[in-house]
């Protein structure tokens, strides 16, 4: 049966001006953006591209390059000798070397799924308190739903060297492969009619690289000190949310108590990082990161762990006004500024809680390693729980 509506110049401009509408939130089906944050192409949705660029590379945790276990070389013997602690720590750093020529090779695996922005579902997001204003035509439109999925699956592969019996290097290389989507529903408020887009993007590529020095300070019966020197360069394509796109040096000091034995089957001993995250283009972007740890060894062959990492941004992840379109009171006609979304500029500081451990899988040379981090509050882009899993081999 034909509609017997008649198709007039007043429905085709309706119809076209809600396509103007979801272009300008997400691309039209079918297009294709050559990176994630070009998906973000239209003034009013840029600066939620630009805020998941600038935030995820950071989102993405990076394990310690601390092996699992140590040596140190008996001159009697002339042997190198095992100690007798084995590492349960994945993500804090232990101020004890490897020792001299040891090599450490590592493989993790972990899954990011980007789940929240301030605590709110990031596939759920949706704004429809006050009509935006479409910067191009004037019309007014809302967001019943503007749904973004971030899943990132992270293998990283680390190399740790004894320099020296007191000098560590590493070199940590991750390789990523992101999934995006987006989907959006737009409303225009005059019209009442609807139009929904969704994109759904891959990536693979490397992450940023991260070069590693740790250098003993202290050794003695109080405990250890080191000196450590992050070193993170931009290989990531910060725009499809794999790295930060600046180069970022971290002064860093590591920690750790004596270990203290309780029988002869469970040893404790604690661990605390801290140090500066400088951002080599703007200091003012820079973060403080610090941790503390604890480990429980189990007859020298197993090791759980509980640490509690934080990352103290120095600013807010945007400028005043970043976020602010243009919006109209229905019931007055007033127009103002106001964030698209609801999203806030304030310093996303991150807290999580870490939990895993080591267990010596072959001859004190092959070890394997589990994880999760959970996330303790909801500032800014986070995941849910990260699970990490891996192997290592010392030589």
Known sequence: MEDPRPEGPGVRRGATAIAVLAAACASVPGARAESFREIFQRPITRPVGDALADSIGHALPITAASAGVTFWFDKESH???????????????????????????????????????????????????????????????????????????????????????????????????????????????????????HVDSTKLGAGDIFLRAKYRLVHGPWGDLAAGLVLRAPAGNQNNFQGTGTWEPAPMLYAATPSLSLGRRVRLQAYANGGVELNGDDVERSAGRFGLGLDCAILERFTVAVAFLGREPFQGIAPPGFFDVARVDPSTGRRFMAPVLGLERDRASAYDLSLGGRVNLWHDTVFGFANVILPLNRDGFRSDVIPLVGFEAAF
């Open 79 to 197: 042997a190198w000798q095992r100690e007798t602690d084995l590492l349960g720590q994945l993500y804090l750093e232990r101020p004890r070397p490897l020792g001299r020529g040891k090599l450490n090779l590592s493989v993790s695996y972990q899954w990011v799924r980007i789940d929240t922005v301030d605590g709110r579902d990031l596939d759920r997001l949706s704004d429809t308190r006050f009509p935006i204003v479409d910067p191009d035509n004037g019309r007014l439109f809302t967001l019943p739903r503007f749904g973004l999925d971030l899943d990132t699956h992270q293998v990283t592969t680390s190399i740790t060297y004894g320099a020296t019996d007191d000098l560590d290097l590493n070199l940590t290389i991750p390789v990523l492969y992101s999934r995006f989507a987006v989907n959006a529903i737009l409303r225009d408020v005059a019209s009442g009619q609807e139009q929904r887009s």
